[in-house]
């Protein structure tokens, strides 16, 4: 009877792709959309298209996907497919628009906008993004009339007045800009922007300790923009201040390390203190970005020739001086390694090509100190500057464009994000710097009895498989699995604890639907009750890796009625509701009973493992999420208890001692350890939240 009774439960769990309806493929495309994983929830979108094609929300949705993965164009023909099919949803207009902007489409931008404001009048969001349209079209008397119009029904908005000052910045209007950054500064001081702009005024007029004083207060609110710190840097470096200026740039490239200006003036900045070695690292990664960046050259071929490199600095120094056979600088600098290699001939020339000229006297073979009242602009190309810092041609306020349906869709974005969850997947994790596989007991037991072993070592991590793994896997059709003899076999695959799902590629999520797929004819053709109930598990878990939650927790609580006792199917519908808990509260759900569901699970799961790290850990994670901050401490250590090396846990209970605002020794301490152990973002949370003192 008990069989009899498990097979009525598998076949009534069975659900196939083809048959999923539309809405609730549009729901799990937006889950996958909320954890970022874009391309998965492509696929969603497609499926839904394809079903039912005169529906506007996959088309619109797909767009979603793609203006995150910066396909501008491909983002805004499915706005205008969805247009096509309802032409008076505003956030699809609200999206083109930001789509056109991006491909610098002001005019039809604007016309987006206004289509949009007719439906939503009263939505300043729109209004702030036409105004910024009309400064970048230069269409300034239009964008001063709007701004009127703004200012006229919302008096205290405090971004109307920076944007007037953009507008009187552009028209070269200094002091009126200033009175109306100072306006909105009034109206919210806690503006970083605002306070950028106003810096940028400051640079320009050469007043350095207000510039570093307004960027002090930008930095302090937006901690993560990497441009504000360069040009703190640059105000710093005015008065003397190198130690902090070359903190600055250090900051701004651990940010944005593919900042041009910040290697360019820190390597200037090193080569002035005498940190020649680490300086011409700068110039080589300058010169990675713009080979043929003369200035960054000839500044290389100095550094080279001072720490004795004579062979690589005339190298350098013949790329710039063929480029610019005037230029008497690097003549008589190569003329001084000729010289010391006892190539007189050379050299002599190169002195006699310098003697004729008469044009340049300068002390031999010594590199001039930075002059800190010169600076050259970056498209400034005159070689005698340089040694001088570099500063862009023209520095505008930041534009930011309102984006209403980003925080609906992404609002889970903080500052100070926690590790994920731990869960189980089939994607083997991989990292570098960390070898070990997370190890649990229950899921060992899982693999072997499919045949596998997971062999973890310091030295690699290897699956021992008795059933053709390689052949399993890279399979091009599962669907021949699904015909084969041996198909329950055929169809196991290991499985894993990860934190959190990888993304998918497409062919990867492709792969996983024909999986799943062909478990869904095992399942529903099994005589096996075993093998069906095995296959169910594994089905719950793919599902769970393609972000279709729902669906997981179908299959698990179907084999939780099986199999009460499962310490695995707790774990995975507790992590699946843990995300599905997450995506709603990002839609403004109420999400209490979906938590205590979650907690209920962990709870049961812990009492039939009471020593399981992992358990511990993914309970922390959900009373961290519901601001039980002590709770989650308390869980976090005791996973350390059973599992000494376990980063994540040293991570997230780094992140709670800061969020408790009390704590920031025994964070610091947690989040060092969470470094040592190979999670290298703790290193960067730290050095941004902890060291760092508010000015």
Same mark, same amino acid.
């Given at each position: 009877?008990?069989?009899?009774?498990?097979?009525?439960?598998?076949?009534?769990?069975?659900?196939?792709?083809?048959?999923?309806?539309?809405?609730?493929?549009?729901?799990?495309?937006?889950?996958?959309?909320?954890?970022?994983?874009?391309?998965?929830?492509?696929?969603?979108?497609?499926?839904?298209?394809?079903?039912?094609?005169?529906?506007?929300?996959?088309?619109?949705?797909?767009?979603?996907?793609?203006?995150?993965?910066?396909?501008?164009?491909?983002?805004?023909?499915?706005?205008?497919?969805?247009?096509?099919?309802?032409?008076?949803?505003?956030?699809?207009?609200?999206?083109?628009?930001?789509?056109?902007?991006?491909?610098?489409?002001?005019?039809? =931008?604007?016309? %987006? $906008?206004?289509? @949009? *404001?007719?439906?939503? /009048?009263? &939505?300043?969001?729109?209004?702030? +993004? !036409?105004? #910024?349209?009309?400064?970048?079209?230069?269409?300034?008397?239009?964008?001063?009339?709007?701004?009127?119009?703004?200012?006229?029904?919302?008096?205290?908005?405090?971004?109307?007045?920076?944007?007037?000052?953009?507008?009187?910045?552009?028209?070269?209007?200094?002091?009126?800009?200033?009175?109306?950054?100072?306006?909105?500064?009034?109206?919210?001081?806690?503006?970083?922007?605002?306070?950028?702009?106003?810096?940028?005024?400051?640079?320009?007029?050469?007043?350095?300790?207000?510039?570093?004083?307004?960027?002090?207060?930008?930095?302090?609110?937006?901690?993560?923009?990497?441009?504000?710190?360069?040009?703190?840097?640059?105000?710093?470096?005015?008065?003397?201040?190198?130690?902090? =200026?070359?903190? %600055? $740039?250090?900051? @701004? *490239?651990?940010?944005? /390390?593919? &900042?041009?200006?910040?290697?360019? +003036? !820190?390597? #200037?900045?090193?080569?002035?203190?005498?940190?020649?070695?680490?300086?011409?690292?700068?110039?080589?990664?300058?010169?990675?970005?713009?080979?043929?960046?003369?200035?960054?050259?000839?500044?290389?071929?100095?550094?080279?020739?001072?720490?004795?490199?004579?062979?690589?600095?005339?190298?350098?120094?013949?790329?710039?001086?063929?480029?610019?056979?005037?230029?008497?600088?690097?003549?008589?600098?190569?003329?001084?390694?000729?010289?010391?290699?006892?190539?007189?001939?050379?050299?002599?020339?190169?002195?006699?090509?310098?003697?004729?000229?008469?044009?340049?006297?300068?002390?031999?073979?010594?590199?001039?100190?930075?002059?800190?009242?010169?600076?050259?602009?970056?498209?400034?190309?005159?070689?005698?500057?340089?040694?001088? *810092?570099?500063?862009?041609?023209?520095?505008?306020?930041?534009?930011?464009?309102?984006?209403?349906?980003?925080?609906?869709?992404?609002?889970?974005?903080?500052?100070?994000?926690?590790?994920?969850?731990?869960?189980?997947?089939?994607?083997?994790?991989?990292?570098?710097?960390?070898?070990?596989?997370?190890?649990?007991?229950?899921?060992?037991?899982?693999?072997?009895?499919?045949?596998?072993?997971?062999?973890?070592?310091?030295?690699?991590?290897?699956?021992?498989?008795?059933?053709?793994?390689?052949?399993?896997?890279?399979?091009?059709?599962?669907?021949?699995?699904?015909?084969?003899?041996?198909?329950?076999?055929?169809?196991?695959?290991?499985?894993?604890?990860?934190?959190?799902?990888?993304?998918?590629?497409?062919?990867?999520?492709?792969?996983?639907?024909?999986?799943?797929?062909?478990?869904?004819?095992?399942?529903?053709?099994?005589?096996?009750?075993?093998?069906?109930?095995?296959?169910?598990?594994?089905?719950?878990?793919?599902?769970?890796?393609?972000?279709?939650?729902?669906?997981?927790?179908?299959?698990?609580?179907?084999?939780?009625?099986?199999?009460?006792?499962?310490?695995?199917?707790?774990?995975?519908?507790?992590?699946?509701?843990?995300?599905?808990?997450?995506?709603?509260?990002?839609?403004?759900?109420?999400?209490?009973?979906?938590?205590?569901?979650?907690?209920?699970?962990?709870?049961?799961?812990?009492?039939?493992?009471?020593?399981?790290?992992?358990?511990?850990?993914?309970?922390?994670?959900?009373?961290?999420?519901?601001?039980?901050?002590?709770?989650?401490?308390?869980?976090?250590?005791?996973?350390?208890?059973?599992?000494?090396?376990?980063?994540?846990?040293?991570?997230?209970?780094?992140?709670?001692?800061?969020?408790?605002?009390?704590?920031?020794?025994?964070?610091?301490?947690?989040?060092?350890?969470?470094?040592?152990?190979?999670?290298?973002?703790?290193?960067?949370?730290?050095?941004?939240?902890?060291?760092?003192?508010?000015?």
């Amino acid at each position: 009877m008990k069989k009899i009774l498990a097979m009525i439960l598998l076949v009534s769990a069975v659900r196939c792709l083809a048959q999923y309806n539309t809405d609730r493929l549009v729901m799990i495309g937006r889950s996958a959309l909320f954890y970022e994983d874009y391309v998965l929830s492509m696929q969603y979108f497609n499926q839904a298209i394809q079903a039912k094609p005169y529906l506007y929300e996959p088309w619109f949705f797909r767009g979603v996907a793609k203006y995150y993965l910066e396909d501008y164009a491909g983002a805004e023909r499915d706005c205008s497919e969805a247009l096509q099919r309802n032409p008076y949803v505003v956030n699809i207009y609200e999206l083109r628009g930001l789509t056109r902007i991006q491909q610098k489409k002001y005019t039809e =931008a604007i016309g %987006d $906008y206004s289509r @949009a *404001l007719r439906y939503d /009048p009263e &939505n300043r969001g729109l209004w702030h +993004n !036409r105004v #910024l349209c009309h400064i970048q079209n230069k269409e300034y008397e239009a964008a001063l009339a709007e701004l009127d119009t703004i200012q006229a029904r919302w008096s205290q908005y405090a971004s109307a007045w920076a944007m007037r000052a953009d507008v009187y910045l552009q028209q070269e209007d200094t002091v009126k800009a200033i009175e109306s950054l100072q306006k909105s500064l009034d109206i919210d001081p806690y503006d970083g922007q605002t306070w950028a702009a106003r810096s940028i005024i400051s640079l320009s007029q050469e007043q350095w300790p207000e510039a570093e004083e307004q960027l002090n207060h930008a930095i302090h609110l937006l901690p993560k923009r990497g441009g504000y710190y360069i040009n703190r840097a640059l105000a710093r470096f005015h008065q003397n201040n190198l130690r902090g =200026a070359m903190a %600055d $740039y250090d900051m @701004a *490239l651990d940010l944005e /390390p593919n &900042n041009f200006l910040g290697h360019y +003036n !820190r390597g #200037l900045l090193r080569a002035q203190v005498g940190d020649d070695n680490r300086a011409i690292t700068d110039f080589d990664f300058v010169l990675r970005l713009e080979p043929d960046n003369m200035l960054a050259l000839f500044n290389r071929a100095v550094l080279l020739d001072k720490t004795g490199d004579l062979h690589a600095a005339i190298r350098d120094y013949s790329k710039v001086i063929d480029e610019f056979p005037n230029f008497w600088t690097g003549l008589e600098f190569r003329a001084a390694c000729y010289r010391r290699l006892g190539m007189t001939k050379k050299a002599e020339q190169d002195e006699f090509t310098v003697y004729k000229a008469r044009l340049y006297k300068h002390l031999y073979g010594t590199q001039p100190r930075l002059d800190p009242d010169k600076m050259r602009k970056r498209s400034d190309e005159d070689l005698e500057k340089y040694n001088q *810092l570099v500063v862009e041609d023209q520095q505008d306020p930041e534009r930011e464009y309102k984006n209403d349906y980003r925080g609906r869709v992404q609002n889970r974005k903080v500052e100070l994000e926690l590790q994920p969850m731990f869960t189980l997947s089939m994607e083997k994790p991989h990292n570098e710097v960390r070898a070990n596989i997370a190890f649990d007991r229950d899921v060992d037991a899982l693999n072997q009895s499919q045949g596998f072993q997971i062999v973890n070592s310091k030295s690699s991590n290897q699956i021992v498989n008795s059933k053709s793994l390689n052949q399993i896997l890279n399979s091009k059709s599962l669907n021949q699995i699904v015909n084969s003899k041996s198909l329950n076999s055929k169809l196991y695959r290991p499985v894993y604890v990860v934190c959190g799902h990888p993304t998918l590629s497409d062919e990867m999520s492709s792969r996983y639907f024909l999986y799943i797929d062909s478990l869904t004819t095992a399942i529903n053709n099994s005589h096996d009750t075993d093998h069906a109930t095995r296959n169910l598990l594994l089905r719950a878990v793919a599902y769970s890796v393609i972000r279709d939650n729902q669906q997981a927790i179908d299959d698990l609580s179907t084999y939780l009625q099986i199999d009460s006792m499962s310490v695995l199917a707790l774990w995975q519908r507790a992590v699946c509701q843990a995300h599905i808990s997450l995506f709603q509260a990002s839609e403004g759900a109420n999400t209490e009973l979906v938590t205590a569901s979650v907690l209920a699970d962990l709870n049961h799961a812990l009492e039939l493992r009471p020593h399981n790290a992992y358990l511990y850990y993914n309970r922390g994670c959900i009373q961290a999420r519901r601001e039980n901050l002590q709770q989650a401490i308390d869980d976090f250590t005791t996973a350390l208890q059973y599992e000494p090396n376990l980063a994540e846990a040293y991570f997230n209970r780094g992140i709670c001692h800061l969020n408790k605002g009390d704590e920031k020794e025994k964070a610091s301490a947690d989040l060092s350890k969470a470094g040592e152990l190979g999670l290298y973002d703790a290193y960067s949370v730290l050095k941004r939240n902890v060291r760092i003192s508010a000015p």
